[in-house]
């Protein structure tokens, strides 16, 4: 795991199908790096305030994950060019149906 200040974390479960979107405020430049795990598929991306709202205004039923991009673990890396409202975004895979996924999530800010 990469060395940094941890701006958000949280456990939570996500049911098949289901999406869930945390907000969260970068102060200053510097490397996102996102470690989420969990035990079932799910799709991860972060992004910042208006590519998500964008994105999700675009595509109002599901949010526009890269298709084949579902799996167990995710290790997200973004440089952070300015200070602004960034958002960490998942969905379990509906190919899990019936099953509730229990993801884990954090997010460091490296200098």
Do not use: C
Request: proline share 5%.
């Amino acid at each position: 795991m990469a060395v940094g200040q941890v701006i958000f974390q949280n456990a939570f479960q996500l049911a098949s199908g289901r999406e869930a979107a945390f907000e969260f405020p970068i102060h200053r430049p510097g490397v996102l790096n996102v470690t989420a795990q969990g035990d079932v598929n799910f799709y991860a991306g972060v992004y910042t305030k208006e590519q998500y709202d964008r994105a999700r205004a675009a595509n109002p039923g599901r949010f526009p994950f890269l298709v084949g991009t579902a799996r167990t673990t995710h290790f997200l890396r973004n440089t952070i060019q300015a200070p602004g409202q960034y958002v960490v975004a998942f969905r379990v895979t509906g190919w899990a149906a019936g099953r509730t996924a229990t993801i884990q999530v954090v997010v460091q800010l490296a200098p």
